[in-house]
């Protein structure tokens, strides 16, 4: 089973590969052209298109760019010809510390409330988080952002608004450097996530085993303690893994408001400057990394639940 796996996500890494090399490639414009400046001799045009090696054909390139990313090779900035896995690596650790601290955040946030909102869906103190959570969604991570900054940062006082401090640098000032970026993303977050706990909740306590639970005497939380949250992780699971790659993406948008120097930083300033190298790394480490939550989830679920490995067994036999 670990074996057929492990071929779908080298099959899918594969194919995501082809489709942002061919989507990369397709924009208009010649990036020679660009870094030269429009001034540029056609002379001298060509001989940088040869030098980069833009005039070999597709595939080729291809190949010869899939080849790198497998030894970690990325390539060399098209601007300043630096390589651009040191580029990507000290930013990438940024947005790392962004999301799965903002993650964590929304987890230890989202599962009580998930499951206070199910256990009280029909009173108002339920319903109440229902609403909250609803009106939560329609609040995007960037405006979420401004008003921490402007509560916590401007009127307050409390917390710095902006920058970045390394962690072995000071710990103390990369954690409060972290605050605010890392709760604008939970709080988002978490009003995605609370429905969808709330609702996995609901239906584990409509189950006939949790009933059967209730009836023979179990008190609520202990039924739901052994019943609820083995049988609702699988729906919970699943949707912690999308949030956690779009997460990624909101990252880019929060590193803007609060001035880090995150790989959202360094995407945008590559599209900006269209440093076409740059952009295809990121893009393609962005995907690897949404394929490997995914295979880490598939894995995950047989943890949680055993009969998902019985099944597979027998599939395979």
């Known amino acids: 089973m670990l074996l057929r796996r492990f071929a779908v996500f080298v099959a899918c890494l594969l194919v995501a590969s082809a489709v942002v090399f061919l989507l990369i490639n397709a924009l208009p414009g010649d990036v020679s052209q ?78 009580p409330l998930g499951r206070f909102a199910a256990l009280n869906r029909k009173r108002f103190s339920g319903q109440i988080v229902s609403v909250i959570s609803q009106l939560g969604m329609a609040v995007p991570a960037f405006l979420a952002g401004i008003l921490l900054v402007l509560l916590f940062a401007v009127w307050l006082g409390w917390l710095p608004a902006n920058g970045y401090t390394p962690l072995l640098e000071n710990p103390v000032d990369w954690a409060r450097r972290l605050i605010l970026p890392c709760v604008s993303l939970a709080l988002v977050q978490s009003a995605v996530l609370v429905r969808y706990v709330r609702n996995a909740f609901i239906d584990v306590l409509q189950e006939d085993y949790f009933r059967t639970a209730r009836s023979i005497g179990w008190p609520m939380m202990a039924a739901v303690r052994r019943h609820g949250v083995r049988n609702a992780a699988l729906q919970v699971v699943t949707v912690l893994a999308l949030q956690l790659a779009t997460l990624f993406v909101g990252a880019i948008v929060v590193e803007r408001v609060f001035a880090i120097h995150g790989l959202g930083d360094l995407l945008l ?34 943890v949680i639940d055993p009969r998902l490995r019985s099944d597979a067994e027998e599939v395979d036999e």
């Open 269 to 302: 300033q590559s599209v900006s400057n269209r440093d076409l190298p740059i952009v295809q790394a990121i893009v393609m480490l962005l995907v690897a990394l949404i394929l490997v939550i995914n295979a880490v989830v598939d894995m995950l679920y047989v």
């Open 34 to 111: 660009v870094i030269l400046g429009s001034g540029a001799t056609p002379e001298a045009v060509a001989g940088l298109q040869e030098q980069m090696g833009l005039n070999d054909p597709l595939i080729v390139r291809y190949f010869d760019w899939m080849s790198g990313m497998l030894t970690l090779d990325f390539g060399r900035s098209a601007f300043t010809h630096e390589a651009i896995g040191p580029l990507i690596a000290p930013r990438l650790a940024i947005t790392a510390w962004l999301v799965f601290v903002g993650m964590a955040l929304a987890v230890a946030v989202v599962l």
